[in-house]
């Protein structure tokens, strides 16, 4: 497991790397989707994020240009639309460090979308200071989602 985990920003080299990771770690956490059958629509989701985000690169020592993870946020808005952790490096501080990232880009204040089937992501956030905030349905799946935000000095659990 890793030893420091280094942050860094998006290189041109991370696109099939963070392709990879995405594709691999949402097939693991919802295993009865094939997304395989998603990978066009995130390529073309990432070219957007590349130009209309920040996006930091997570790479673990003692082995680096190993994609740890990665985190996309709209600098305007806010908007983490995207953080993956490679699911071997998930609970070893790897997603703290991208929300702690996420919350220097979105120095005002962060939100997001998580699927309300997904306890696990849940209770990562709310461990993170994010809490609950309004109901939403994604346009994409039609799954229910929480919309859950984060605001400067309110790094404290949800109950």
């Known amino acids: 497991m890793p030893q420091t985990v280094k942050l860094r920003?998006?290189?041109?080299?991370?696109?099939?790397?963070?392709?990879?990771?995405?594709?691999?770690?949402?097939?693991?956490?919802?295993?009865?989707?094939?997304?395989?059958?998603?990978?066009?629509?995130f390529r073309e989701?990432?070219?957007?994020?590349?130009?209309?985000?920040?996006?930091?690169?997570a790479e673990y020592e003692p082995a680096p240009d190993h994609l740890a993870g990665f985190v996309a946020v709209s600098p305007r808005t806010g908007y983490l639309d995207q953080i993956v952790v490679a699911p071997e490096l998930q609970h070893h501080g790897v997603g703290k460090a991208l929300i702690d990232a996420a919350k220097q880009i979105g120095r005002e204040g962060?939100?997001?979308?998580?699927?309300?089937?997904?306890?696990?992501?849940?209770?990562f956030y709310r461990k993170c200071g994010?809490?609950?905030?309004?109901?939403?349905?994604?346009?994409?799946?039609?799954?229910?989602?929480?919309?859950?935000?984060?605001?400067?000095?309110?790094?404290?659990p949800e109950p």
Not at 12 to 30: E, F, G, H, N, V
Request: proline residues 7%; negative net charge; without cysteine.
């Open 45 to 57: 989701h990432w070219s957007d994020l590349k130009q209309d985000s920040r996006i930091v690169i």
């Open 110 to 123: 962060l939100y997001l979308h998580v699927n309300k089937d997904n306890e696990r992501a849940l209770g």
């Open 130 to 156: 994010f809490v609950i905030a309004g109901e939403d349905i994604n346009r994409r799946s039609g799954a229910p989602v929480y919309m859950m935000t984060w605001r400067p000095g309110q790094d404290f």
């Open 9 to 41: 920003p998006y290189h041109p080299a991370d696109d099939q790397p963070a392709l990879a990771l995405w594709q691999r770690s949402w097939q693991l956490a919802y295993p009865q989707i094939d997304f395989s059958q998603r990978a066009d629509w």
